[in-house]
Nanobody
């Protein structure tokens, strides 16, 4: 079992910023894995927010966060980060880090494709 440890959630006002971090154990180098951030708001399905794979050469975002969120990897810390700017109340959710060694084509945004998950961190954006 691979442990993913998230940090950085909190409460901000609309327009503010937060940075989430997800650290993986050293025996699980993230640079050659599929890394993703998902979120789940109350009463809603878990949705993919940002995906990174192929040693960071492929990055995708859901339309709702394009231009506001940035996923990046810190190889020295074996961690993946999610910088969230210009936050909106609609971004309020529990955010989860997820990873898997590989994903079939077309399934990167499907949470069922991911083998390992973090514990989740709450992000609350007030208007």
């Amino acid at each position: 079992q691979v442990q993913l440890v998230e940090s950085g959630g909190g409460s901000v006002q609309a327009g503010g910023s937060l940075r989430l971090s997800c650290a993986a154990a050293r025996y699980y180098p993230i640079s050659n894995k599929v890394m993703a951030w998902f979120r789940q708001a109350p009463g809603k399905e878990r949705e993919a927010v940002a995906i990174m794979y192929d040693v960071g050469n492929n990055i995708f975002y859901t339309d709702a966060v394009k231009g506001r969120f940035t996923i990046s990897q810190d190889n020295a810390k074996n961690a993946v980060n999610l910088q969230m700017n210009n936050l909106e109340p609609e971004d309020t959710a529990v955010y989860y880090c997820a990873s898997t060694p590989d994903v079939n084509f077309g399934q990167h945004f499907d949470p069922r494709a991911y083998k390992y998950w973090g514990q989740g961190t709450q992000v609350t954006v007030s208007s």
